[in-house]
């Protein structure tokens, strides 16, 4: 019997006998091996990796480790550096200097641009045009027959108002770069 019928992955490589490994290791877990699960040469090889997986993984578990002296604070800094804003961009009129990661203000305009049905947001370059506006350069995906101009037209005006509405910019341009297009897989 097989546990995960139509699945791609063990239906590519059965054993010789028409089991699979998961068969195999299945018979093993419960306790009580098949005569099949003896006699076949095939499923014995399986049963003999799979013992020996299981070995090495017990090993590897029983097994205790030390860990070295520093590793969590040298993980943390790196942690730390990888949280670094990057480059920022000063949020427009306001009496406070504040400033807002580009990286994160790209992430807003992709999410923008993904809510668009047909369209798919890749990288976006954002550069300072005014102290008031920015240009955006946006790479994308699109579905195929999807209507690309109005799925464009329409990530443009979600684009300008998420500028507007969340940040307080302007959009002074946004050039989109068709990268990619995608077929519904029906």
Known sequence: MEMNPGNPVTDLHPL????????????????????????????????????QLAEATAFLIDDPVEVPTGLLDRIMTAVRA?????????????????ELSVSALAAVLRYAVDGVPGIRARQ??????????????????????????????????RVAAALRGQIGYDLDRLDFEVVDVWTDPR
Do not use: Y
């Open 82 to 98: 990888d949280l670094n804003l990057g480059r920022t961009l000063p949020l427009p009129a306001g009496s406070a200097e504040v």
């Open 124 to 157: 976006c370059r954002i550069e300072l045009a005014s102290p008031e506006a920015v240009r955006v350069t946006m790479t994308v995906a699109l579905k195929f027959g999807s209507g690309q101009v109005t799925a464009l037209d329409q990530a443009r005006e």
């Open 16 to 51: 010789a006998c028409g089991r699979t490994v998961e068969d195999v290791w299945d018979e093993l877990d419960s306790g009580t091996p098949s005569a099949h699960l003896t006699d076949c040469p095939h499923c014995r090889t399986a049963r003999a990796g799979l013992e």
